[in-house]
């Protein structure tokens, strides 16, 4: 069993910078692909990126790439998302999720039925 709970959202200017944590607790952290999603008003969670339980292994949304950084750190039980150039169309709340069935060094899924532990979300609001 996995609890994760997201930090760092606010708001902040397009072009600016925000890093997101989800600090985790149980002993299937280390084991578990980890992803991060997000959510808009009246939308289905859309996938943001993934990193496999070992990080040798992440995908992106084509949305994201060459913006934002997934990365984690299993000593500290936290994983990190880093975004950069923020633009107008990527506020939302991002949800950390928990893989734990899949805890190969290369899987990082892509679909939220395949993530079993959710944190709350953190909102991210970016002004123009």
């Known amino acids: 069993q996995v609890q994760v709970v997201e930090s760092g959202g606010g708001l902040v200017q397009a072009g600016g910078s925000l890093r997101l944590s989800c600090a985790a607790s149980g002993r299937s952290f280390g084991s578990s692909a980890m992803g991060w999603f997000r959510q808009t008003p009246g939308r289905e969670r859309e996938f943001v990126t993934a990193?496999?339980?070992?990080?040798?292994?992440?995908h992106y949304a084509d949305f994201v790439k060459g913006r934002f950084t997934i990365s984690r750190d299993n000593a500290k039980m936290t994983m990190y998302l880093q975004m950069n150039s923020l633009k107008p169309e990527d506020p939302a709340v991002y949800y950390c999720?928990?893989?734990?069935?899949?805890?190969?060094?290369?899987?990082?899924?892509?679909?939220?039925?395949?993530?079993?532990?959710w944190g709350q979300g953190t909102q991210v609001t970016v002004s123009s």
């Open positions: 999720a928990a893989a734990t069935s899949y805890s190969g060094e290369s899987a990082s899924p892509l679909q939220a039925r395949q993530y079993n532990y």
């Open positions: 990193i496999s339980s070992s990080s040798s292994r992440t």
